[in-house]
């Protein structure tokens, strides 16, 4: 009885992130109710908003357009041959055609409107389509500025104007703008979604640097990312990047962003007294998840971080508001990132801020607020001049470099934690961290 009790505390921290993810039946019934709502609620507003009565989405399989992969229901992992998806707003009826030319339908909501034996010519069927409905602008998925918009191959760009009537071709339009609308627009109900996910993420991270997984002089950085990688396949999840971890200590040279991806040591041995940072990121229910946490390593007779290193946290936490207050209604990133440096460095900090959308993809369609190497402001190829729409959500993705006199270096506060910026304003999905996590966690029934 003994074994069995000792072995369900082991299980326990397993047990209560588990219990939390649906079977895969019931993430499908989630992920195509969540479809049906956007289609029948989202979607309309969106078109209306974008100036557009008609958008036409077109892919084959295995080269899905990134906006139109988002559409599929959740028993479609692919498109299927050539997947045509025609939607057609009246806005004075308030109707929305959701229609499919394609054999079958796409999920409940996207009705096949293609008889093949009726019409053999694909193509053919989408003009007649097209035709009866007689739109004022057509939008197709092609764009300089977003390339998450940028779907539409030249293969069927071309296909499609060479069966489109003539007196269409001036019609066509980029549907860049609504296409960015529809990745970047979040529901209520994937709102609760992404703060479970979150509250997952922050679970794998807490655990991962704890001496569950960590022990000093033994454990090194790559051993960690594994651990986290198996982790996410163990609860039946997925990384949409692999995990990184790295140190900052006294004997190591400031080093820069690009560090992480390349020319960073493996089996980089953990010690005590070191300063851990992650990144990582999870998938579920087709949102994700982008965070960036600190940790650091007791020495022997410590029970807490020293302090250079709390205050150092404190400086992060700092560029975090100094940005986030910045966040306006229809400003662009530019703008907002302009302003955050400004207010940051006059108040004696050293930030670098590079945010960028969150959510169907982990670097998303929407408003970028710098790049790591873009402090000044990015170019038009990333959506210089995309405003800051409410419904929306962010990796809150930068660093505040700070002395530490006690190591005789700078080191670099990274942080990164989702949030949402809604009509009322900005608040983190699931917190944020304002205290370093301890390996080992201190146990103060133990005393010193």
Known sequence: MRKTINLVLLLLPFIAISQQILPEVERARVVDEILDERFNNVLPK?????????????????????????????????????????????????????????????????????????????????MELIVERNPQKIGLNFSNDHNIADGLDKTDYDEFMANLPKKHHSKVVSAEQLAVRWIETRTPREMTIFNQLTDITHDIIAEAFSEKVITPGITTTTEVEWWMRQKVTDLGLETWFHPTVDVQRTSEELVGHLYSFSGRPDDEVIQRGDLLHCDFGITYLRLNTDCQELAYVLKPEETEAPSFLVNALYDGNRVQDFLTQNMVKGKVGNEILAKALKDAKAAGLQPSIYTHPLGMYGHSAGTTIGMWDSQGGVMKDDGENYPLNPNTAYAIELNATVNIPEWNRDIRIMLEEPGFFGEDGFRYING???????????????GN
Not at 432 to 446: A, M, N, W, Y
Request: aromatic content about 8%; charged content about 30%; hydrophobic content about 40%.
């Open 432 to 446: 944020r961290q304002t205290e370093l996590l301890l390996i080992p966690r201190p146990k103060s029934h133990l």
């Open 46 to 126: 969106l078109m209306d908003d974008a100036g557009l009565d008609m958008w036409v989405l077109i892919s084959r399989e295995y080269n899905e357009d990134p906006v139109l992969r988002t559409m599929l229901p959740a028993t479609w992992l692919n498109a299927r041959r050539r997947t045509i998806i025609l939607f057609y707003r009246d806005k004075e009826k308030n109707t929305i055609d959701k229609l499919a030319v394609a054999r079958y339908n796409i999920g409940k909501s996207i009705i096949s409107a293609w008889d093949k034996e009726k019409e053999p010519n694909q193509w053919k069927r989408l």
